[in-house]
């Protein structure tokens, strides 16, 4: 009894989790869901560099640093994984690296590879800068609509990776967003534990990366109220016969 409760408890710092202690197909991807749902000060030492490990690859792909190469899983393996929902890999790529740094995760987006290890991370840094140090602010603008997106989702793992995201990177929405474009990922919204129980159901949910060309173009705020400038699609045409532009507010009907 004594043991469970220190199990229980007290912090893990000092401990470990396995991820084969997970009865599961996707032990990794379960077991990297259980660490970032901890608070930091209670989470296995063991865990930390993983942890930055995730977040390095989460901003790399928001920031399109990684090629997606999907690979359809064959016979025999995947009459193993189909029951679970599994039929292909997607392999992540970072230029410059001869193996994988990671993979598509349907519950936390992406993780390392079971095989990494602590030097992994400076070798990546090394070849690509952690996009944080690099473009903070359209990186923080993408986390954040990322974790719009993925709140929606309610009762699902995608519901529960937002709550991680904000507050591992704890973003913030402004209104210099940079290009981006969408592309759709897959998420689980159950688990089948066996091959006999439930079918476990998967959607796609469109994502928004950043995208390439041209410059960055920046939406306007009032200079009062700091909301954006926006219009309708099927709004008229603002006039624009000099280098001052009035752009009319439809709340407060004021031209700002």
Known sequence: MAKFEEIVDKPWTQMTLFAESIPHLLH??????????????????KWKERVEAWKYLLSMLLMDHLRIN????????????????????YWLELEGVRKPVGVLSPIVLVRPLPDYKRTNLDTWRNI?????LEDEQA??????????????QESSFAAR????????FNPAPTGNAP???SVQFSFLDRLAWSQRGDEPRSRPIPLLLRGNGGENYW??????????????ANER?????????????????KSK
Request: net charge negative.
């Open 28 to 45: 990794w991807d379960l077991a990297y869901l259980w660490i970032l749902e901890k608070q930091q000060a209670v989470r296995p030492d």
């Open 70 to 89: 999907h690979l359809p899983i064959d016979e025999p393996l995947i009459h193993y994984t189909k029951p679970f929902g599994i039929d292909s890999v």
């Open 128 to 132: 690509a800068k952690d996009p944080i």
């Open 139 to 152: 990186l923080r603008h993408l986390l954040q609509l990322t974790a719009n997106t993925l709140e929606q």
């Open 161 to 168: 990776l937002a709550h991680c995201i904000l507050k591992e």
């Open 179 to 181: 290009n981006t474009k």
């Open 219 to 232: 939406v306007p705020r009032c200079e009062k109220c700091g909301d954006l400038l926006t219009r309708l």
């Open 237 to 253: 045409p603002i006039p624009v016969d000099s280098e001052i532009v009035t752009i009319e507010m439809r709340e407060m009907s």
